[in-house]
């Protein structure tokens, strides 16, 4: 196996750099996963173009997913409350206890 180059480390540094933090588990970062991996001696130009691809949403525009799937017919507004809940528990916005009570969002 080759060393990495330092085009390959740069590019890594890069995408771990602009990669978003995770609100949840501060002491867990793929960014800094990413910036140990980019200081590895056998980084391959693979293990960039996966990450690049990860950054980038490649495979969210490859393999889109319908409407029908994203709205099941059983709960349509499922997938929307859960992107919402998530983004509020973020910022620290808890649902009152009357609606986690009876249920209604």
């Not at 960014?31 to 980038?56: D, G, Q």
Request: proline share 9%; charged share 20%.
């Amino acid at each position: 196996m080759s060393a990495a180059t330092p085009a390959l480390k740069q590019q890594l540094h890069k995408i771990a750099a602009s990669w978003p933090g995770d609100p949840f588990r501060p002491n867990i970062q793929l960014k800094t996963f990413f910036a140990y991996l980019a200081e590895h001696p056998n980084l391959t130009p693979t293990a960039v173009r996966a990450t690049r691809a990860l950054h980038e949403d490649e495979f969210k525009k490859k393999y889109a997913l319908s409407a029908k799937m994203l709205q099941p017919a059983s709960m349509p507004h499922h997938y929307t409350r859960l992107v919402e809940a998530f983004e509020k528990s973020a910022q620290g916005i808890a649902r009152p206890w009357w609606k986690i009570f009876f249920n209604i969002w």
